[in-house]
């Protein structure tokens, strides 16, 4: 229970009290004051009803939905291949909220193997048990059915869901999660006449299992074979009317490539990342990377007609490029070409654009206090963590380690382990929090930190690929992007003013990103690769937030209907 209500049960309690002894003292004086006590019995019972009533609207509205997750047949290219399916839609259908929101989900799982859904960007505020990843949760089994609970609290933006398990992602299951501000709220910009949500993936022929037999092999991915854009590798329309402006909400909710967002003869206003209402520079075209999502406003004034909707790969070769229509309300004339020309493989064009995202410091964003407030360039860094990536061999096979350690799902959940003290699941002492020279090997990585701690954390790429890092359970400052090795020396250079806040981040190849975390969030948080085959063989660890208090206030017990597995028995 928040505070507020515990305020307002005081409240109400004390009121009554106050009423009953009005009530009292007025019945001994019931033959002289009989028309002043009715007056005052009314007033009370009038006041203690409207409190009442209060208490009620007051609660956060409830959202229920059923899912069934099954396998499905489904030509997404050139021939019929099974994908997942929710509810028999492909992709999944879009959850729709408001700030503070309470999400119930129930799902059955109808595959033959265990599944869990993760909810990519939503902070799980005090509920790390609906995370949605094995580090938190026992999977569901095949055909039985498990409910998720938790709150969209003091949340808005563009996020999106997506199956945590195996690499079920690569064969759908996923789907957007968009939260509105509430009514109270202003938003830092006129309000669109109508919102589109494109989930932009990239696609293989080969099934997920397929993939995870090659990878168990060590085999790295080859490139994907297409982009798809809302489960289709053409087809998606989206129709708006001439001299109106639409939001478009992007998630890319793809396994491994960075794409390129443009839409032929319009603009892109940046106003939202994940969550971040941004300063509203325009764009000819936006890269959003493996797990991230962005808001854009675009405002329909060009000839009544169609364009084409581009989305193509990043630092691929070949580059793969996929089209959808933007269409003007009685439009005949098909989209022409050429398309719309974007950057290929110029690494330092990226980073410069990704240097001009900035936070809005005078918007709100859920709360009516501006994004600025908090001023996180003035906080004491309590801790640094330097996290580098590093592709090696392990017993004969490819292996993704981070500082040295491969990361390994332990048979029992981490945060059921630390709830119920069981030993011997994971140890704070697992890994080292900086680089290390030493051969990689297999292991459960945890790193302990207190709640409230400030943190920086350095990301250190030194391959030649492009890498995405997402944290659970909150939201990230991006205070600075640059080439080759992190040295002390590059705070100089980091945007201590309005770096933009956001849950997932790219790091560019043989280059480095810093980041400041206040962790103010209680519970076992995964810090992953967003590029999954990475993440499936190992490119993961968890960071504990903690304190030796147990309280509602920072952190919920194990839900009634938490599932156990492993070493964990229960209570």
């Not at 492909?90 to 033959?112: H, M, Q, S």
């Not at 580090?135 to 199956?163: E, L, V």
């Not at 590798?233 to 708006?240: E, H, N, W």
């Not at 390129?260 to 075209?285: D, M, W």
Request: with cysteine; proline share 6%; aromatic share 12%.
């Amino acid at each position: 229970m928040a505070a507020g209500d515990l305020s307002r049960n005081t409240y109400v309690s004390e009121l009554r009290m106050s009423c009953g002894r009005v009530y009292i003292w007025k019945l001994r004086n019931i033959l002289a004051q009989k028309m002043r006590q009715a007056s005052v019995l009314y007033f009370c019972v009038g006041i203690l009803a409207l409190l009442s009533d209060t208490s009620v609207r007051a609660e956060d509205p409830y959202r229920y939905y059923t899912w069934t997750v099954t396998y499905g047949t489904r030509t997404v290219l050139d021939k019929p291949q099974t994908v997942i399916l929710i509810n028999g839609q492909f992709p999944g259908p879009n959850i729709e909220c408001v700030t503070n929101d309470n999400i119930i989900v129930n799902v059955t799982n109808k595959l033959n193997e265990p599944f869990l859904i993760t909810w990519n960007g939503i902070k799980q505020r005090r509920t790390v048990w609906q995370d949605g990843v094995l580090g938190t949760n026992c999977p569901i089994p095949p055909g039985t059915s498990w409910t998720y609970k938790f709150q969209a609290k003091d949340q808005i933006g563009t996020y999106n869901y997506f199956p945590s398990t195996t690499m079920h992602r690569a064969a759908g299951g996923f789907g957007g999660f968009n939260i509105a501000s509430r009514s109270v709220i202003a938003i830092p910009y006129p309000i669109p006449v109508a919102e589109f949500t494109l989930l932009v993936s990239d696609w293989y022929k080969a099934g997920h299992q397929a993939l995870e037999q090659d990878l168990d092999k060590g085999k790295t991915l080859p490139v994907p074979d297409a982009l798809l854009i809302n489960g289709l590798a053409k087809g998606s329309s989206f129709t708006g009317e001439k001299g109106k402006t639409y939001k478009f909400r992007i998630s890319n909710v793809g396994i491994s490539t960075s794409i390129n967002f443009r839409i032929q003869g319009h603009t892109l206003t940046l106003v939202e990342v994940e969550g971040a209402h941004t300063i509203q520079e325009k764009y000819e075209s936006l890269d959003v990377h493996a797990g991230q999502s962005v808001a854009v406003l675009v405002k329909l004034q060009s000839a009544v007609k169609d364009y084409y909707i581009v989305a193509s790969s990043r630092f691929t070769k070949p580059i793969l490029t996929t089209t959808a229509i933007l269409r003007y309300a009685g439009s005949d004339t098909p989209p022409s070409l050429p398309l719309p020309i974007a950057p290929t493989y110029h690494v330092h064009w990226s980073m410069k654009q990704a240097r001009t995202i900035r936070l809005n410091l005078t918007a709100n964003a859920a709360r009516p206090n501006p994004q600025g407030s908090f001023h996180y360039g003035t906080i004491k860094v309590e801790k640094t963590f330097i996290f580098a990536n590093t592709a090696e061999k392990i017993n004969g096979k490819l292996r993704y380690a981070v500082n040295g350690r491969s990361y390994v799902d332990p048979s029992t959940p981490l945060k059921l382990a630390d709830w119920y003290n069981i030993p011997g699941v994971f140890s704070l002492d697992s890994m080292k929090t900086t680089p290390v020279n030493t051969p990689a090997v297999l292991g459960t990585s945890v790193v302990g930190t207190e709640l409230h701690d400030f943190v920086e954390i350095v990301f250190q790429n030194n391959e030649n690929t492009i890498q995405s890092w997402h944290l659970s359970g909150t939201s990230f400052y991006v205070v600075g992007y640059g080439d080759n090795v992190w040295n002390s020396t590059m705070r100089k250079r980091y945007n201590l003013l309005d770096a933009v806040s956001r849950h997932t981040v790219q790091v560019y190849p043989t280059a480095w990103t810093a980041i400041y975390v206040s962790l103010d969030n209680k519970g076992m948080w995964n810090l992953r690769s967003a590029i999954w085959p990475r993440r499936y063989l190992g490119q993961q660890l968890y960071i504990r937030v903690w304190n030796d208090e147990r309280s509602l206030y920072t952190e919920s017990a194990p839900p009634p209907n938490a599932l156990f597995c492993g070493l964990a028995k229960g209570p």
